[in-house]
C-alpha cells in the first residue's frame, strides 16, 4: 500500500489492518505425538481402516459438532482403529472444521516423517485435538503423552499470583467436570487480580469423560502447573483427555453463541458486563491473542 494513503487515516488503517489480520482465524498447529513403536504396514486392512476413519472424522465436522468419536472394526480385533476429534469450547463451528481438516491432512500425510505408519496419533491445535490409535480409548483418562507451553512473561509476585491461580483453575475444574448436560465439558472464569490486571483461566475435558473422571484429570493437568509454568504470566497443559490454560489476557471468545440444538453449556462465568461486551473488544482481544501466542510463548514438550 502506498504511503500517502496512511497519511489520512493512520489510525484507521492501522485499526483495519489488525482487526482483518484477527479475523483470518486460521488454525494455529501446536504439537503432534505419535506412537512409533507400533507401526503398521502399507495396504493392509488396518491402514484401510485408518484412512476411513479419518476420513469418517472429518465428514463428521460439520454444523456444530464440536466432539466425535467413532470406531472402525475390521474382522480381527488388530484391524480396528479408534478415534475422535474435539473442538476447543468457545471455537466457533466454521473454524472447528477447518481445524479438524488441517489436523487430519497432516496425519494423513504419510510423507511427513514423525507419523509415517503410526499405530496411534494425537495432534494438537490452539483450537483442536484429533486422535486415533488401535487401542480402545474413550471414557478413560489418558495423561500422556502431555505437552506444556508457557508464556515467556513472569509475574513479579509469585506467591499471592500462584494462590489466586490455583484457587481459579480448580473452580473451573469444578464447573466444566459439573457442565455435563450432555454438552462440553468445558469452562472459563475470570478473576481480578488488580484494578487493572485480570486472570482468565479455562479448562476443558473430551465429553466421552464422567464427571468425577473429569475431575479427576483436570486435578491431573492443573498438578502439573509448577512443570508447566512456575511464575509465568500464562502456560497450558495438554493431556490427551483434559487441559487447562491461564492468561492475563483474555484468549477465549466470550461471546460464543450456544450453538443450536445443543444443551446450552456453562461456556462462561465471567460477569454480565464482561459478557455483554462484544464486536469490536471481542475483536481486539483476538488480536492480543494472536500476537502474544506467536511472539511471547516457548514450546517446552515432555514426557
Ligand atoms: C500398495 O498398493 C499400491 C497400489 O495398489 C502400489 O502401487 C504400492 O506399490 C503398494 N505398496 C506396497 C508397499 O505394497
Ligand atoms: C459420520 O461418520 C459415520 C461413521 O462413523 C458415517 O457413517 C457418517 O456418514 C458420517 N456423517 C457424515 C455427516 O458424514
Ligand atoms: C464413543 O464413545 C463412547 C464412550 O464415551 C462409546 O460408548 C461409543 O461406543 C463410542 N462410539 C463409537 C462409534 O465408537
Ligand atoms: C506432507 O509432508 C511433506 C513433508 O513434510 C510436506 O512437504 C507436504 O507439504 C505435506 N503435504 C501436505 C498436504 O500437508
Ligand atoms: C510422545 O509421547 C511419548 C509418551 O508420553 C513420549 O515418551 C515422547 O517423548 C513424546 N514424543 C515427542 C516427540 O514429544
Ligand atoms: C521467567 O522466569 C524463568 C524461570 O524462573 C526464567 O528462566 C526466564 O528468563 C524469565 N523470563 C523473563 C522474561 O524474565
Ligand atoms: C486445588 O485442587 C487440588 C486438587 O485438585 C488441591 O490439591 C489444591 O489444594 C487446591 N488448591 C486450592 C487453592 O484450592
Ligand atoms: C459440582 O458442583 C458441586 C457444587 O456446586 C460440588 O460440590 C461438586 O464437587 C462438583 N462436582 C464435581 C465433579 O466437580
Same mark, same amino acid.
Given at each position: 500500500m502506498a504511503l500517502n494513503s496512511f497519511k489520512h487515516y493512520p489510525l484507521f488503517t492501522f485499526l483495519m489492518f489488525t482487526l482483518t489480520e484477527a479475523s483470518s482465524d486460521v488454525p494455529i498447529f501446536l504439537r503432534e505425538n505419535?506412537?512409533?513403536?507400533?507401526?503398521?504396514?502399507?495396504n493392509t486392512t488396518f491402514q484401510f481402516n485408518l484412512i476411513t476413519l479419518l476420513s469418517s472424522l472429518s465428514s463428521?465436522?460439520?454444523? =456444530?459438532?464440536?466432539?466425535?468419536?467413532?470406531?472402525?472394526?475390521? %474382522?480381527?480385533?488388530? #484391524?480396528? /482403529?479408534?478415534?475422535?476429534?474435539?473442538?476447543?469450547? #468457545?471455537?466457533?463451528?466454521q473454524l472447528c472444521q477447518q481445524c479438524?481438516? =488441517?489436523?487430519?491432512?497432516?496425519?494423513?500425510?504419510?510423507?511427513? #516423517?514423525?507419523? %509415517?505408519?503410526?499405530k496411534s496419533a494425537i495432534i494438537w491445535y490452539d483450537e483442536c485435538? /484429533?486422535?486415533?490409535?488401535?487401542?480402545?480409548?474413550?471414557?478413560?483418562? #489418558?495423561?500422556?503423552?502431555?505437552?506444556?507451553?508457557? =508464556?515467556?512473561a513472569n509475574v513479579s509476585d509469585t506467591k499471592s499470583f500462584l494462590r489466586l491461580l490455583y484457587t481459579t483453575l480448580n473452580e473451573t475444574a469444578d464447573e466444566a467436570a459439573n457442565s455435563s448436560n450432555g454438552a462440553k465439558l468445558y469452562a472459563t472464569k475470570q478473576a481480578k487480580i488488580s484494578g487493572f490486571q485480570t486472570l482468565y483461566c479455562m479448562t476443558q475435558c473430551t465429553p466421552d469423560l464422567s464427571p468425577q473422571d473429569c475431575r479427576r484429570c483436570l486435578s491431573g493437568v492443573i498438578g502439573d502447573l509448577?512443570?508447566?509454568?512456575?511464575?509465568?504470566?500464562?502456560?497450558?497443559?495438554?493431556?490427551?483427555?483434559?487441559?487447562f490454560r491461564y492468561e492475563l489476557y483474555p484468549f477465549y471468545r466470550m461471546d460464543s453463541p450456544a450453538p443450536e440444538g445443543i444443551i446450552s453449556p456453562t461456556h462462561s462465568t465471567m460477569d454480565k458486563g464482561e459478557a455483554g461486551k462484544k464486536g469490536i473488544s471481542s475483536e481486539i482481544a483476538t488480536a492480543t491473542f494472536v500476537s502474544i501466542t506467536v511472539a511471547g510463548l516457548s514450546w517446552v514438550f515432555g514426557s
Open positions: 505419535c506412537t512409533t513403536i507400533e507401526t503398521f504396514i502399507s463428521n465436522a460439520t454444523g =456444530n459438532t464440536q466432539f466425535y468419536n467413532t470406531t472402525l472394526s475390521g %474382522k480381527s480385533s488388530s #484391524d480396528t /482403529v479408534y478415534g475422535l476429534f474435539l473442538c476447543r469450547g #468457545d471455537v466457533p463451528p479438524v481438516l =488441517n489436523a487430519i491432512q497432516r496425519l494423513s500425510n504419510q510423507s511427513s #516423517d514423525t507419523c %509415517k505408519f503410526a485435538l /484429533v486422535r486415533y490409535s488401535n487401542r480402545y480409548f474413550f471414557s478413560t483418562v #489418558d495423561t500422556r503423552p502431555r505437552m506444556r507451553l508457557r =508464556n515467556t509448577s512443570w508447566c509454568c512456575p511464575g509465568s504470566q500464562g502456560g497450558r497443559v495438554l493431556y490427551p483427555s483434559c487441559n
